[in-house]
């Protein structure tokens, strides 16, 4: 099981980090990704992180603004925003799944494990 937290309105330029508590499907074993989907757009990834090499991916389009970590011990990933814009705004969607090579290579409809998504709201 995957929750993801920690979401909420943030002013643009603004920061939140989000985060992914899982449970059996943990980020030691399971590849993790950060999916976000505004109303009427198609789900993208924004980051995603493998295992059990530690490897983190960020796309172009969040790259130096999104980052990705995980704490194994704690069983949790975490994203964290800053810079953020109005474009940003959309439920954002922890996934997990075991993949056979590197995240990055993986669309979100391969991922098999997901978490209930929280909001995130960048406006003045």
């Known amino acids: 099981q995957l929750q993801a937290s920690g979401g909420g309105l943030a002013q643009p330029g603004g920061s939140l980090r989000l985060t992914c508590a899982t449970s059996?499907?943990?980020?030691?074993?399971?590849?993790t990704g950060w999916f976000r989907q505004a109303p009427g757009k198609e789900r993208e990834g924004v980051s995603c992180v493998s295992a059990p090499s530690g490897f983190t991916h960020v796309p172009d389009s969040v790259k130096g603004r999104f980052t990705v970590s995980k704490d194994n011990a704690k069983n949790t990933v975490y994203l964290q925003m800053n810079s953020l814009k109005p474009e940003d705004t959309a439920v954002y969607y922890c996934a997990a799944e075991r993949l056979a090579l590197g995240c990055e290579n993986y669309h979100y409809s391969e991922y098999g494990h997901w978490g209930q998504g929280t909001l995130v709201t960048v406006s003045s």
């Open positions: 059996g499907v943990t980020p030691d074993h399971y590849a």
